[in-house]
Nanobody, 126 residues
Framework: EHVVESGGGLVQSGGSLRLSCAAS????????VGWFRQAPGKEREGVSC????????YYADSVKGRFTISRDIAKNTVFLQMNNLKPEDTAVYYC????????????????????WGQGTQVTVSS
């Protein structure tokens, strides 16, 4: 499944960004969609995931209360609204989607992604 991430940028600490994940050639119905990030020198981690079959979501502890994952059905796009950004949120953010009915929790914590896209850079200055 091909997805395209966008919306990254440079923002000051405390600022906001909204990332977009657009599906190409398929719809997100019944897919589990996740946002992941990788900071320099660190492993990729699951940030937030959405199970579109039941609406369940997962958030990493580090972003709870600040990030919100949502879906626009008409635009076939999943968003990640990021508020109160911190320098430690600086990373390349990737979107991925899977049809195999993974729970949001499982997909974020045990992702099985064959290939990652280019991602979108988020840089938060202090």
């Amino acid at each position: 499944e091909h997805v395209v991430e966008s919306g990254g940028g440079l923002v000051q600490s405390g600022g906001s960004l909204r990332l977009s994940c657009a599906a190409s050639g398929f719809t997100f119905d019944h897919y589990t969609v996740g946002w992941f990030r990788q900071a320099p020198g660190k492993e990729r981690e699951g940030v937030s995931c959405l199970d579109n079959s039941n609406g369940n979501t997962y958030y990493a502890d580090s972003v709870k209360g600040r990030f919100t994952i949502s879906r626009d059905i008409a635009k076939n796009t999943v968003f990640l609204q990021m508020n109160n950004l911190k320098p430690e949120d600086t990373a390349v953010y990737y979107c991925a989607a899977d049809w195999r009915d993974f729970s949001a929790y499982f997909y974020c914590t045990e992702p099985e992604v064959d290939s990652w896209g280019q991602g979108t850079q988020v840089t938060v200055s202090s």
